[in-house]
């Protein structure tokens, strides 16, 4: 009978796995598609200078819409898009979008900072520096208005290759973000390869915990000073309250990113500054929407 029950187990545990394969198979071959069909686009999360409410940038984050399976989350189809290479094209795809629509709302008087993920696979890859140039080139975006995201755990794989790619990137021109910064277990010794960096992003885990834990607020605390002492802006992220937001203010925080803001926006609702900041979650207090 044990034995009967154990094989079921089993079979349920290999439909499962099978199931996820199958998932796996489908969607990597959804996503060499998806960008052609269309299926691809970005949302805009603003960024808010704790100081005064105003709009400090947008974040463009990846959105696929599968036509049967709905909207599928970057954490799931990320990981399939690196581990197949896929991540090169469509990272490029993201460039290229993300600038175009920055250099539109330019046209139109609206000069947001750009900010676009990098995952390690296109950190690698050599071509990055000219597929960067290329973005700002076609799109005609002023380099500095480009802001190019990087895990401080994917700086931490290679730091000596990363900090070669960082400084051929800056030689664009462009913003440098140290993204999810505080779980990579950088020591102080390897901080030198954040030098080149604009803006560290500080993650959510600790901005979680702020309120409540003395050791997360004694955490953001450092990496704001630190950010101070490098000549680096700290940006906050998943803020999603608003006293999570008053203890970074109180931190010295210059900037914070979450829901208590604002959701990623498509990029239609993006039309300006206080049009952004009206979409805003209603939790946004009075105090921090921008002067109409
Ligand atoms: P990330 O760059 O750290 O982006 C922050 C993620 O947190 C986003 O999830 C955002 O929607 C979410 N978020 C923002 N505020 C809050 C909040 O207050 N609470 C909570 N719970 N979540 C919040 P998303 O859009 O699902 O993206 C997840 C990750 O996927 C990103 O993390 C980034 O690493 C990756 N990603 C997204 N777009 C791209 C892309 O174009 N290229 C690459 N390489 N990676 C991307
Ligand atoms: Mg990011
Ligand atoms: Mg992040
Ligand atoms: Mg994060």
Redesign the pocket.
Known sequence: HAKEQGKARLEVFDESLRARAMARLEIEAGLREAMAAGELE??Y?PKISLADGSLYGL?????WQHPVLGTI???TF?PIAEQSGL?VP??EW?LNTACRQAAEWRSRGHEFVIA????PV?LSSPSLARVVDDALRDSGLPPAALCL?I?ETAIMEDPEAARRVLQSLKALGVKLAI??FGVGYSSLSKLKYLLPVDII?ID?SFVDGITDCPDDRAIIAAIVSLAHELGATAVA????TEDQANALRALDCHVA????FS??LPAYRCFSQSEILSAASPALSPALRAPT
């Open positions: 970005l949302h999360q974040e463009s984050l990846l959105r989350s970057p954490a990320i991540i469509i990272g993201v676009v993920n990098l995952s296109q995201e895990t993204d999810d992003k959510k992220e998943g803020v999603e990113q979450g829901y208590h959701r990623p």
